[in-house]
């Protein structure tokens, strides 16, 4: 099964999500997925992300290749933001074959959230605080790679705590039901009925 993950911007989120979805891949019953990212066409952020003719032309250019895009993406608070993603779910689904899906999920907050959620975090801090935080990325992912001397790593701390999040997935999995677990389900579901 061929894999491709849509990040909003891939230039520091493929280095979380890629090995947080081999890793859900593999506990969904997939654990010889290949994964890539796409890294031809850089959508640059939430707006373009979030557009269907940006979307349909990852799907026309990797129709036959790939059985399942994922459209990976930062809530940033946005309360809407999962019925537009849904929306973007079913254009995909009147316009791709049987075999193939758009699935669609939106980090809460952001995707470093993801990576934060597989770490032991500093006494400190609140768990539910960091979920709740509208900008994680520089409250608390940002620090944390500082702290730990990672920020000069490719992806600024998101190599190392991404690696480490999908070692840690059951956590990510427990502390992130509302994406990363609801993602899982909702892979298998279609998993099963492909």
């Not at 654990?31 to 640059?44: F, W």
């Not at 669609?104 to 500093?122: C, H, K, R, S």
């Not at 990325?137 to 920020?151: H, N, S």
Request: aromatic share 6%.
């Amino acid at each position: 099964m061929n894999v491709l993950i849509i990040p909003e911007d891939f230039r520091k989120d493929q280095y979380v999500l890629k090995p947080l979805i081999r890793r859900l891949l593999k506990e969904a019953g997939k654990p010889n997925a290949k994964v890539r990212v796409c890294l031809d066409q850089l959508l640059g952020g939430i707006t373009e992300a979030m557009k269907w003719s940006r979307i349909k032309d990852v799907l026309d250019r990797y129709r036959g290749m790939v059985q399942v895009f994922l459209l990976l993406v930062d809530r940033d608070g946005v309360e809407g933001r999962r019925e537009a993603l849904n929306e973007l779910e079913r254009k995909a689904g009147d316009v791709s074959e049987e075999s193939t899906s758009l699935l669609a999920e939106n980090a809460w907050q952001e995707i470093e959230v993801w990576a934060l959620a597989g770490q032991d975090l500093p006494k400190d801090w609140n768990w539910s605080a960091v979920r709740a935080e509208i900008h994680p990325k520089e409250v608390y992912f940002g620090p944390l790679a500082r702290q730990r001397g990672l920020i000069n790593e490719p992806g600024e701390g998101r190599t190392t705590m991404g690696r480490e999040a999908a070692q840690n997935y059951n956590r990510v999995r427990s502390r992130c039901r509302e994406d990363v677990d609801a993602l899982e389900i909702r892979l298998k579901n279609w998993l099963a009925k492909a």
